[in-house]
């Protein structure tokens, strides 16, 4: 139950996201820093796992 509310609050995130990112497209006011950031933190978090074998996320 804990797993199907967790899924659907990240369900909730991705979509706002992704409907902010489309609105921010039609506007085209991007903020590449912000953009640069998230991705940068993305690569790290997985530079990191591969690295410690520590983190991720495991459903089995």
């Given amino acids: ?3 199907i509310i967790i899924a659907l609050a990240l369900l909730v995130l991705v979509l ?3 409907y902010s990112i489309v609105n921010s497209i039609r506007r085209k ?3 590449w ?3 640069a950031v ?3 933190l993305i ?3 997985i530079y990191l796992r591969n690295t ?3 983190g991720g996320i495991s459903f089995g």
């Fill in 52 to 54: 410690t074998g520590i």
């Fill in 33 to 35: 820093t912000g953009i």
């Fill in 38 to 40: 998230a991705i940068a």
């Fill in 29 to 31: 006011q991007i903020d």
């Fill in 1 to 3: 139950m804990i797993r």
């Fill in 16 to 18: 706002l996201l992704i």
């Fill in 43 to 45: 690569v790290f978090a």
